[in-house]
């Protein structure tokens, strides 16, 4: 059985209390319901949030150890600053998307620039919590 693991960053533990002009209304426990009815039991989905840097760095690590299939990781705002995730994904040799909610390159300057983007196979934008399905079903497929 695959195993996918869905890492969300800073913040997102917020989704759909706050900002649902730009997040929308759904929180994160309707996204890993969302998914699972999805994907239901053919895969293993593990579902992660954390407001540290150091503990999706340790996440990562665990998932590299434990031979997962890939990533689905919304880094919210470590995804523009954070060079030690980046370096974090290089070593896992994991295969990640990198998912973001909202079109980052349709708001503020500062959110343009991925610093964990390129250590990622693929990035989706503006697609809503339909872009984590996407990446699931990408990620499957490999
Ligand atoms: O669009 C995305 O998914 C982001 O990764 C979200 C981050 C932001 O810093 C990135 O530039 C783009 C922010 C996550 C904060 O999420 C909230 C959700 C609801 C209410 C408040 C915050």
């Given at each position: 059985m695959k195993k996918i693991a869905i890492l969300n960053g800073p913040n997102l533990d917020r989704l759909?209390?706050?900002?649902?002009?730009?997040?929308?209304?759904?929180?994160?426990?309707?996204?890993?319901?969302?998914?699972r009815a999805e994907?239901?039991?053919g895969v293993t989905l593990d579902f992660f949030q954390s407001n540290h840097e150091g503990a999706l760095?340790?996440?990562i690590a665990t998932?590299?150890?434990?031979?997962?299939?890939?990533l689905v990781l919304n880094?919210?705002?470590?995804?523009?600053?954070?060079?030690?995730?980046?370096d974090a994904l290089l070593s896992a040799h994991l295969p990640?998307?990198?998912?973001?909610?909202?079109?980052i390159y349709k708001r503020e300057e500062f959110r343009h620039l991925s610093?964990?983007?390129?250590a990622c196979v693929a990035i989706?934008?503006?697609?809503?919590?339909?872009?984590?399905?996407?990446?699931?079903?990408?990620?499957?497929?490999r």
């Open positions: 759909g209390l706050r900002e649902p002009e730009i997040y929308g209304r759904a929180s994160l426990a309707d996204l890993e319901t969302a998914l994907f239901g039991a760095i340790d996440k998932l590299a150890d434990a031979k997962f299939d890939g880094a919210g705002a470590l995804t523009h600053t954070s060079v030690a995730l980046r990640a998307v990198e998912v973001h909610i909202s079109n610093l964990t983007a390129p989706i934008s503006g697609l809503g919590l339909e872009g984590y399905h996407a990446a699931v079903r990408f990620l499957l497929k």
